[in-house]
């Protein structure tokens, strides 16, 4: 149908009165805060746009790392003053049955905290203007850029609407990412006094319970009087059979032993898969989650999405005005060099036992022999065993192990996790050698905490100086 001329010079008038805004981020949780506060640092006009009214929940363990709190120019202790900021100076970690490993530190490595409050803080605190309450339902392509639900223009568009992002969505076609997705179920309630009294999970110790499939796991984390109980599996149709399990087992060994109150609530999100396709886009690029950039051993996004808006903020302002795909394609390589080039991506298995045990165990020795010396666990992981007396530089807090029993699961939910004959014995190899490398207390600390969890080996998004720089970037 082709519009007359009266109806064309209609709609160009009612473009020219729409209101224009030089960036629009779609998302307010941490990747858009993270890249709307450095846009407004840099000076660069900037609107946040996000369906939900804040606070509003969000699917999430809950917690943070140092390095996160300083890539965001937060101070824990400040931000703990008016909301829940739980020091975390220990980890429980085993099998869902089995015998578990608690590590403790002499130093905060992590801090529990609320979504509904962090994310809020975040969003408030990044200065930039609010669209809230309004879902995105149509994005289109203009002469200035893009028109978002046919009344507000923008110059540059950033996606930063998790795993169901509308950005995505228009830059991918309609068709979704192929890379592995993680459906989750999560519960977050305030104890009762005598619940809390009950409850036998240390506030500074959230506890990790790995599948016994290692197909994922679960987490049980006690944030003063509250209480996350949650579950995540890769592309798992019976998820909610492995949470009643899971429930059952943190009820039988008195961990929490008292009924939950309201529903689980469900998400998915995707994990790290190269390549990142859609990345960029002209005059527009995506973050976070809704790029999928949650780490492929833990399936935390926090950080990559913090730092995926930082990193697109500054490509952004930069590109002074200049968004044709050419020039942000700076963003795109920044990310495969932070999340692709230079560090190994383990199998995209939660907790990458499998991929570990595969690639680098003799399956068969270690079916002989439970116990493992530090130096045949750290061969197994890929890496260097440590010397008997690390330095303080190798080892920046001083961790105390000590192995915790548990009692054992009914013949029912042990054969629920096992592998099917149909697996194959490769398969069933494998998921042994993982229970025995779980078994290690070195390779629990080192491996599983402190690289895939903690990723203390990964290094700040930019150096302590640039960080703290308020100088515009070019």
């Given amino acids: 149908m082709r519009l007359d001329r009266a109806e064309t010079e209609k709609l160009r008038e009612q473009a020219l009165t729409q209101p224009i805004s030089e960036v629009v981020v779609v998302g307010g949780g941490p990747a858009g805060s993270a890249c709307a506060a450095e846009l407004v640092r ?110 507000l223009r923008t110059r540059m568009l950033v996606g930063a609407g998790g795993h169901f992002c509308p950005v995505a969505r228009t830059l991918r076609g309609g068709r979704d990412s192929a890379a592995p997705t993680v459906p989750a179920q999560e519960i977050e309630f305030r104890m009762t006094s005598e619940q809390a009294r009950h409850c036998r999970v240390a506030p500074e110790c959230p506890e990790l319970y790995f599948c016994r499939d290692f197909l994922g796991y679960a987490w049980c984390f006690r944030k003063g009087d509250y209480l996350n109980i949650g579950i995540g599996r890769i592309g798992e149709p019976r998820l909610s059979a492995h949470l009643q399990d899971f429930l059952a087992f943190l009820k039988r060994t008195g961990r929490v032993p008292f009924d939950l109150p309201g529903r689980f609530k469900g998400h998915a999100y995707r994990l790290l898969a190269p390549p990142l396709d859609h990345a960029v886009a002209d005059a527009a690029v995506l973050v976070g989650d809704a790029l999928g950039l949650a780490y492929p051993q833990s399936g935390e996004g926090i950080r990559p999405a913090v730092e995926s808006g930082l990193l697109a903020a500054r490509t952004i302002a930069a590109a002074a005005g200049r968004y044709d795909r050419t020039v942000l394609q700076r963003y795109a390589d920044w990310l495969h060099d932070r999340f692709v080039g230079d560090r190994a991506i383990d199998d995209a298995a939660m907790g990458g036992l499998d991929a570990t045990a595969s690639s680098h165990t003799d399956a068969t020795g270690l079916a002989t022999d439970g116990r493992f010396s530090t130096t045949s666990a750290a061969t197994a992981a890929g890496t260097t065993a440590p010397s008997e007396s690390p330095s303080a530089d190798e080892r920046p807090t001083t961790p105390h192990t000590k192995r915790l029993t548990t009692p054992r699961l009914p013949a029912r939910e042990r054969r629920r996790d096992i592998p099917a004959a149909g697996d194959g014995p490769l398969r069933r190899l494998r998921c042994l050698a993982g229970r025995l490398l779980l078994r290690n207390p070195w390779f629990v600390r080192r491996i599983v905490l402190e690289k895939w969890f903690l990723h203390r080996h990964v290094p700040p998004v930019f150096g302590t100086r640039e960080a703290s720089s308020t100088d515009r970037r070019s």
């Fill in 42 to 151: 840099l000076g660069i006009p900037v609107l946040v746009w996000d369906r939900a009214v804040f606070p509003r929940d969000k699917v999430c363990a809950g917690w943070i790392t140092p390095q996160i709190a300083d890539a965001l120019r937060l101070d824990p202790a400040e931000y703990g003053r008016r909301h829940v900021c739980q020091p975390i100076l220990a980890f429980r970690v085993g099998l869902i049955g089995a015998d578990t490993i608690e590590v403790q530190y002499d130093r905060p490595v992590s801090y529990g905290i609320r979504r509904c409050e962090f994310d809020t803080y975040l969003l408030r605190r990044c200065g930039a203007a609010l669209q809230l309450g309004e879902p995105v339902r149509r994005i289109q392509r203009c002469s200035e850029g893009w028109t978002i639900n046919g009344r």
